[in-house]
């Protein structure tokens, strides 16, 4: 049987005051839309700090949105500013 390696999330993908965590780790039964769980939605634009893994075209100036490190991922405010990425 074959194992996946972790996934390796990259701090610099972030907002400021935010970590990035695997939606798989957040996600319920009864959450519903994934949105939901993640902190940063309320400043959410779809332009800057992605959260899906896939890539898509800016309909602002036709750049490439994605993350770079290729995981999909909800925003969670951290707990203090010392907080270490993706501790």
Same mark, same amino acid.
């Given at each position: 049987?074959?194992?996946?390696?972790?996934? #390796? @999330?990259? $701090?610099?993908?972030? $907002?400021?005051?935010?970590?990035? +965590?695997?939606?798989?780790? #957040? +996600?319920?039964?009864?959450?519903?839309?994934?949105? &939901?769980?993640?902190?940063?939605?309320?400043?959410?634009?779809?332009?800057?700090? %992605?959260?899906?893994?896939? !890539?898509?075209?800016?309909? %602002?100036?036709? %750049?490439? @949105?994605?993350? @770079?490190?290729?995981?999909? +991922?909800?925003?969670? &405010? &951290?707990? !203090?500013?010392?907080?270490?990425?993706?501790?």
């Amino acid at each position: 049987m074959q194992q996946q390696a972790p996934a #390796v @999330l990259d $701090p610099n993908e972030a $907002p400021e005051g935010f970590i990035a +965590v695997l939606k798989s780790d #957040v +996600v319920t039964g009864s959450l519903g839309n994934i949105c &939901r769980a993640c902190d940063w939605r309320s400043a959410c634009n779809g332009f800057e700090h %992605r959260c899906m893994p896939y !890539t898509v075209i800016s309909s %602002r100036d036709g %750049r490439e @949105l994605k993350r @770079l490190d290729g995981c999909s +991922v909800v925003f969670k &405010r &951290r707990a !203090t500013p010392d907080e270490a990425p993706n501790s």
